[in-house]
């Protein structure tokens, strides 16, 4: 979809709102007219969180402040944002308050900064006791971890490499999860009350088309080849044999195909006769299958530092961490499709707008 047809859908993006609604209730005008800045930050493999910055007014009858002790904003409180135009609005985060942070000062108006998490920060992003799965998949662990934080969970089938898995003491279980999907190439993403613990979806067809100087107000690329390896090699640890390691690898051009036609970060490094080769070591496998999946989730990660890039647009709430985009009229080597990894929108005075982080692993 290119920009303008969206465009038209909302009135041009004429007019941004937000709405805040606290325990399902809908903030009243007079608590909405406070709010001065609504942000929602979203990042692949982490979650959201987002803040609230109010106004807030002094009594100088009651000597109290309007805002700073309203029951509405106790820590604890399940929020919800929804971010759009007119009455085009989407449900960009839902959450709890964790966090108030009061500014005072003698000549300007006070403010009150709200702090929130996703809905996954209690169980998800907290330390915790150590844990033993047995004769679990990942996805199983997932599915499990998904249910006792109270959310519903989409997950892909992986092989069952271990048969038991430890969560160490006092890790939590985002860092935990983090580690699972790394071994074997898989996204963790957290949206609204979903967990995801899934194959990548960078090779999805783009949701929008965006030109430089039409609907890109800023974009910062960066091709760096630092970090990029030509090949990895796994030297896992056989239980079964320990005297004889199970050897797995992975090589320039066997990463994960994002766009066709296009030549990948590690092709690009060897074809210019240069072999950079990565060794993992002590790593217990437990098959020729899970070495050769560790090696091609080290590839694509090293592939994925290829290109980066920082972009600002109009607000477009559609814009979310795990889509893909199309970005046109920025030179030959760096038009073409971006993933989305990271997302910051914002609503305050000076309009709606959101800013992109994105990773391409070939031209």
Sequence with gaps: MVVETLSQETLNFYAPRFIVEIENQTLNALMSKAIIDVTVEEKIDEGASFQLTLHDEFDMTTQEFKWLDHKDF??????????????????????????????????????????????????????????????????????????????????DDVENYRNTTQKNNNENYLTFLNKLKDEVGYELKLREQTLYFIEPRDDRDEILTLELGKDIISFQPVMNTAEVV??????????????????????????????????????????????????????????????????????????????????????????????????????????????????????????????????????
Excluded at 136 to 155: C, F, G, N, P
């Design 74 to 155: 106790n820590v604890g409180k399940n929020v919800t944002i929804k971010m759009g135009y007119e009455n085009d609005l989407a449900v960009m985060v839902m959450g709890v308050i964790t966090r108030l942070e009061p500014s005072f000062f003698s000549s300007e108006t006070p403010t009150i900064r709200i702090q929130c998490q996703d809905l996954s920060f209690d169980c998800l992003k907290k330390s915790s006791p150590a844990r033993t799965f047995i004769d679990k998949s990942y996805s199983e662990i997932a599915e499990i971890i998904a249910e006792e934080a109270h959310l519903s969970s989409e997950v």
């Design 230 to 363: 030509t090949e990895v090699e796994v030297r896992g640890h056989n239980p079964a044999d320990p005297d004889n390691p199970i050897i797995g690898r992975a090589t320039a051009g066997s990463e994960r195909p994002q766009e066709s036609s296009r030549t990948s970060g590690s092709q690009i490094v060897e074809e210019r006769h240069r072999s950079v080769k990565r060794i993992i070591t002590n790593v217990p496998v437990n098959s020729q299958e899970h070495a050769d999946s560790i090696a091609r989730a080290a590839l694509n990660h090293a592939s994925d530092t290829f290109i980066k890039g920082e972009m600002e647009c109009i607000g477009i709430p559609q814009i979310r961490a795990g889509e893909t985009i199309r970005l046109e009229k920025i030179g030959k080597r760096f038009t073409g499709k971006y993933y989305i990894i990271g997302t910051t929108h914002t609503i305050n005075a000076s309009g709606y707008r959101t800013k992109i982080s994105v990773k391409r692993n070939a031209v």
